[in-house]
């Protein structure tokens, strides 16, 4: 089955500073979703990936996808409080099933 | 407005007495799963739907039963809930493989 890796597990930076956190696969990824949650609520979709080499933003969120299609970053410039909260990433399980997901970045955002 | 709704969205219960969790989502989605959420351990995957009457397992079935019988639900059943089960579950929702997901609130379990 697909084993997503995210890496830092926890992350604690200072308000205004850039930051990156990382998803890798061990098998090439046909679908990356990256996730955003507040704690204890749901998953809120931030963007999608699908080819090798794709790279999407979001206002201050950029999200890339390496050309091997078995990594991906999000990238987070100048960062908020409003950015607080668990970043995981997903990938497409096998055929005809939905998601597999990461263990998920926990980011503190301090003012 | 298009949602997944859960309910409820928290329950505190007692070892062996069966309880149901409702999912249901109106974007007339294809696919559903459940998921558990527990620290240390991410989303795992308890059953999945890819249409009515479809339903497979996932990485942690074990004490979980889920049915469906219309598109739009997909209730998860615990016939005998144990402490381990004690957890944050999430139901989802998409269209078709390969599309963004669509999540509950989440509802908090707790067996004591």
């Known amino acids: 089955s697909q084993e997503l890796e995210q890496s830092p597990q926890s992350l604690i930076v200072q308000e205004g500073k850039n930051l990156t956190i990382n998803c890798t696969s061990s098998k090439t990824l046909y679908g990356l979703y990256w996730y955003k949650q507040k704690y204890g609520e749901g998953l809120i979709f931030l963007m999608m990936l699908q080819k090798g080499g794709e790279e999407k933003s979001h206002e201050k969120i950029t999200a890339k996808l390496d050309e091997k299609k078995q990594q991906s970053s999000l990238h987070i410039t100048a960062s908020q409080p409003s950015h607080a909260g668990i970043y995981l990433c997903?990938?497409?399980?096998?055929?005809?099933?939905?998601?597999?997901f990461g263990g998920g970045t926990r980011l503190m955002v301090k003012p | 407005e298009a949602q997944v709704t859960q309910n409820p969205r928290y329950l505190i219960t007692v070892t062996g007495k069966k309880l149901t969790v409702t999912c249901s989502q109106n974007m007339n989605h294809e696919y559903m799963s459940w998921y558990r959420q527990d620290p240390g351990l991410g989303l795992r995957q308890i059953y999945y739907?890819?249409?009515?009457?479809?339903?497979d397992k996932g990485d942690v079935p074990e004490g979980y039963k889920v049915s469906r019988k219309e598109k739009r639900n997909f209730p998860l059943i615990l016939e005998s809930p144990s402490p381990n089960q004690t957890s944050l579950y999430f139901c989802?929702?998409?269209?078709?493989?390969?599309?963004?997901?669509?999540f509950g609130q989440g509802t908090r379990l707790t067996v004591v």
């Open positions: 997903g990938a497409d399980k096998n055929a005809g099933n939905m998601l597999t």
């Open positions: 739907s890819m249409n009515v009457e479809v339903t």
């Open positions: 989802a929702s998409s269209f078709v493989q390969g599309t963004e997901a669509f």
